[in-house]
């Protein structure tokens, strides 16, 4: 059965202070909440140590915004799969747009992360996603199916069974543009038939896939309602309890 989530990602936003100061207020407002869904909050790596402690018995669970491509070694500034597991993160997300736009993260450098990852017990949440010209040209299956062919599909079923995949269209990523329902449905739907095809129906079945770009408390709700969309990777929105609380209750039936 594939798992509801609503996962934040801080990117670059947070001192520790308001970091730990953030994950204080939202497990007191989650404490004895039955939820409809897992909650994740995504964030840099100098808080991961300290939030994931502070989120010890609580519904929430900590990614990592990125990890290393290498094990080990003489590479300076860089944060290995390992280490990160070692804060007690239990997630890691990879392949956002920004990694591949800013920092030239491409297919060979993504499969060397998620395999890292995946040896270090991590969960994976990788982003798939056309940029607007994509969009605008029509090509947006034909991208998605790419980077799918380039990464994650390279994965044995069993690995590829423990990823869990997020589209954000980049057009969408913090430009109040957000899909519609019906356009990030027929990509979802896309995308499942896609891992159908490759792996089974049932890993397919399985599979949970998560929603990016602009989700806010007044979308997420039909957003979540479409049947091949099973929570959100929530960027500007995740940064306030008070935003996001409305997002993982859009879960509550
Ligand atoms: P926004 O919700 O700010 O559009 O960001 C989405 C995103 O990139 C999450 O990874």
């Not at 909050?41 to 519904?59: D, N, R, V, Y």
């Not at 597991?85 to 993504?110: F, K």
């Not at 605008?136 to 069993?158: D, P, R």
């Not at 079945?205 to 969309?229: H, M, R, V, W």
Request: aromatic share 8%; hydrophobic share 45%.
């Amino acid at each position: 059965m594939r798992k509801n989530i609503v996962a934040g990602n801080w990117k670059m936003n947070k001192t520790l202070q308001e970091g730990t100061a953030f994950i204080a207020e939202l497990k007191q407002t989650l404490a004895g909440k039955s939820l409809g869904c897992d909650v994740v909050i995504g964030a840099p790596f100098i808080h991961l140590a300290t939030i994931a402690e502070q989120a010890k018995g609580s519904a929430i669970g900590i990614a990592a915004e990125n990890c290393a491509d290498k094990a080990e070694g003489a590479y300076t500034g860089e944060v290995s799969a390992a280490m990160v597991a070692s804060t007690g993160a239990r997630y890691v997300i990879l392949g956002h747009s920004e990694r591949r736009a800013y920092y030239g993260e491409n297919d060979a450098i993504l499969s060397e992360k998620l395999a890292l990852a995946l040896a270090n017990g991590l969960t994976p949440i990788f982003c798939i996603g056309e940029v607007k010209e994509e969009r605008e040209a029509g090509k947006h299956f034909e991208v998605v199916a790419q980077q799918l062919e380039g990464t994650v599909f390279g994965l044995s079923a069993e690995d590829f069974s423990k990823v869990v995949l997020a589209y954000e269209p980049v057009w969408a990523i913090g430009t109040g543009l957000t899909a519609s329902s019906a356009q990030a449905q027929e990509v979802h739907a896309h995308v499942r038939q896609l891992i159908a095809s490759k792996y089974s129906a049932q890993i397919a079945e399985d599979c949970t896939i998560l929603y990016g770009g602009s989700c806010n408390a007044s979308n997420a709700k039909e957003l979540f309602g479409q049947p091949d969309i099973d929570g959100g990777l929530i960027g500007g929105a995740s940064l306030s309890v008070e935003k996001f609380l409305p997002i993982i209750e859009a879960f509550n039936k």
